[in-house]
């Protein structure tokens, strides 16, 4: 049951594909450096779901593509419905994170960085940590349990 999924992008980003020997790359968390780094690399976006039912207007992704969920993706009609959507609950695109998705903590990225063949990882929901708490709410209720 696949929940990580990695995909291209045109925009900056810290996780990067180098195309001559099909590895990941990670850069420095400053910035200026997201970037794109020329013909022999491509920015790569990495995303996390789960199987919760998703409701509209949530980041869904089918390992293909990303959307925001419509009406009818959520009530089950149409062609478009057919493909395994899951909802996206932590991530490496800005965007996304601008929306209100979590981040994917670097300890995590270091990991898979190393292991990219990973495409399962167990997510603990309601982490609990006091530096977490803004306003009474939980800002990062997903913890990535990284595989031994």
Not at 2 to 27: E, Q
Not at 73 to 95: A, E
Not at 124 to 148: A, C, L, M, Q, R
Request: one cysteine or more; a negative charge.
């Amino acid at each position: 049951m696949k929940n990580v999924f990695v995909l291209p992008t045109d925009k900056p980003s810290r996780v990067y594909l180098i195309k001559s020997n099909n590895r990941l790359g990670l850069t420095s968390t400053n910035p200026e450096y997201m970037e794109n780094f020329g013909s022999g690399t491509q920015n790569q976006y990495i995303y996390i779901t789960n199987d919760e039912k998703f409701v509209i207007d949530e980041y869904i992704t089918d390992g293909i593509e990303v959307i925001k969920a419509t009406p009818k993706l959520v009530d089950g009609q149409g062609l478009f419905n057919r493909r395994d959507w899951k909802k996206i609950i932590l991530t490496t695109d800005q965007d996304l994170i601008k929306e209100g998705v979590q981040a994917i903590d670097d300890e995590f990225l270091e990991w898979f960085v190393k292991n990219p063949s990973c495409e399962y990882v167990e997510v603990s929901e309601d982490y609990f940590k006091p530096s977490n708490i803004v306003y009474g709410h939980d800002t990062e209720p997903y913890k990535i349990i990284i595989p031994t």
